[in-house]
């Protein structure tokens, strides 16, 4: 039942480049079925016997069935040459996908301060975790992970694997690096990652909390840096307006002592950076704000994808026409092999 649902499934997806061929078939099959009825009352005229016969009940003798089924399987060889004729086609649609990859370093500041929970659960995870969706929305394009505090490192450097990538990110935490904010530190870190890239759109997301304080290498210098290798900045800066529940000391034990602070974020250097290089800055005071700012970034730096559609097409008229010849080769051996050495 399965194997005839498949092979009736596969006839229907047939085109047909010459579909008024079909229309002779229904016509063949009557008059090849007027022709047989015909040609068997000429061939054997019935015959009135008394009622005292039981015509019914004599055997019917195997050559006469064999007989019986020449004219049907004629019939049905000639119905299959028919819609060989039809030029029966088998066609599917292919499309051919260019993608232009764009190479993009999201650098993330890992210092004390990002752990400020004016952010849930705190701005470190919150910013890993829209992130992690971002790189998820970039499926053609090779990503790397740079983080910094006081210097920078880094995580990952680009690739198209994105769980990689992923895996790196959701290891990321504070105390791995010398504390402070080193924007020009994780700017230039993030060009460095790029300078071999041939892509012809690089983007750096540099995400911070702070003012720059720390670092071989100030903001403006690793802008100039950017700049040289053609690489777009976006910048983010990440904490509520006002004051912030923020680690502002280490007690004895080593634990992390918060209390409100006000914050304080370097957005004009910021700015600066991604004006200069075609970038764009964004401040996050919030959680929905952080994620509706990546969901803009994802918008204004779409992959380019170019579609070429293509339809193939393979002429299936043979299947119909072997069919056909079968049969009539099981025709021509009943007819002149079994049906004539049948006494």
Not at 190 to 196: A, F, P, T
Not at 218 to 223: K, M, N
Not at 285 to 292: A, C, G, I, M, S
Request: with cysteine.
């Amino acid at each position: 039942m399965s194997l005839r649902l498949s092979i009736l499934s596969n006839l229907w997806s047939y085109t047909w480049a010459d579909k008024w061929v079909l229309w002779l078939i229904p016509v063949a099959i009557i008059l090849g079925a007027a022709w047989w009825y015909i040609r068997r009352n000429k061939l054997y005229p019935t015959l009135t016997v008394s009622n005292s016969i039981a015509i019914s009940k004599l055997p019917v003798p195997f050559s006469a069935r064999l007989k019986q089924l020449l004219p049907v399987l004629r019939i049905a060889a000639f119905a299959l040459l028919l819609a060989a004729l039809a030029r029966p086609q088998s066609s599917y649609d292919e499309e051919k996908v260019t993608t232009e990859g764009i190479d993009i370093v999201m650098a993330i500041d890992i210092s004390t301060s990002m752990l400020a929970q004016d952010f849930k659960p705190n701005r470190l995870e919150a910013a890993k975790k829209e992130a992690l969706q971002f790189i998820d929305a970039r499926k053609n394009d090779r990503i790397g992970l740079v983080v910094f505090a006081g210097e920078s490192f880094t995580q990952c450097p680009v690739t198209i694997d994105h769980a990689i990538v992923k895996n790196q990110l959701k290891a990321v935490k504070n105390g791995v690096l010398e504390d402070g904010t080193a924007i020009g530190m994780g700017l230039a870190t993030s060009v460095q990652r790029l300078k071999e890239s041939q892509s012809k759109s690089k983007v750096i997301i540099l995400m911070t909390d702070g003012v720059n304080n720390k670092g071989l290498i100030d903001p403006a210098t690793a802008t100039d840096i950017a700049l040289q290798f053609g690489a777009r900045v976006y910048t983010i800066g990440i904490g509520t307006n006002g004051q912030a529940y923020t680690p502002v000391g280490m007690n004895q034990n080593g634990d992390l002592v918060f209390d409100y602070a006000e914050v304080q974020i370097d957005e004009a250097v910021l700015k600066d950076i991604s004006k200069k290089t075609g970038g764009q800055y964004f401040r996050a005071n919030n959680n929905k704000k952080l994620k509706d700012i990546y969901e803009q970034i994802d918008k204004l730096e779409k992959t380019k994808i170019e579609v070429n559609a293509y339809e193939h097409k393979t002429e299936k008229f043979y299947v119909f026409a072997i069919a056909a010849g079968l049969l009539l080769l099981l025709e021509f051996i009943l007819r002149f092999v079994f049906v004539k050495s049948i006494p």
